[in-house]
Nanobody
């Protein structure tokens, strides 16, 4: 089992920045990929950015160049630096991790990000 707790959400004006943090606990030595997903009202949950244990990152096209995912393995943390935020970025952001060898996924409770125009 892995427990994930997000922090850092809030409200910001368009063009502003926020940094999300996610703390992992439990079977952290088995974590492979960590990442951030988001879900806007009435929409499906979508991948925003992921980072593998190797350090390899992936971003959805709409956030490429504005968001940066990073990971501190020693502290069992993953971060999402969000710059140049736009109203379309408004959503609940969820931290995600999967563990080896099953690739079972775990989710945090989510943190609200609201970008005002």
């Amino acid at each position: 089992q892995v427990q994930l707790v997000e922090s850092g959400g809030g409200m910001v004006q368009a063009g502003g920045s926020l940094k999300l943090s996610c703390a992992a606990s439990g079977a952290v030595s088995r974590i492979d990929v960590m990442g951030w997903y988001r879900q806007a009202p009435g929409q499906e949950r979508l991948s925003v950015a992921t980072i593998a244990s190797s350090g390899s990152t992936k971003y959805r096209d709409s956030v490429e160049g504005r968001f940066t995912i990073s990971r501190d393995t020693a502290k069992n943390m993953v971060y999402l630096q969000m710059n140049s935020l736009q109203p379309d970025d408004t959503a609940v952001y969820f931290c995600y991790a999967d563990v080896l060898p099953s690739f079972r996924g775990f989710w945090g409770q989510g943190t609200q990000v609201t970008v005002a125009s």
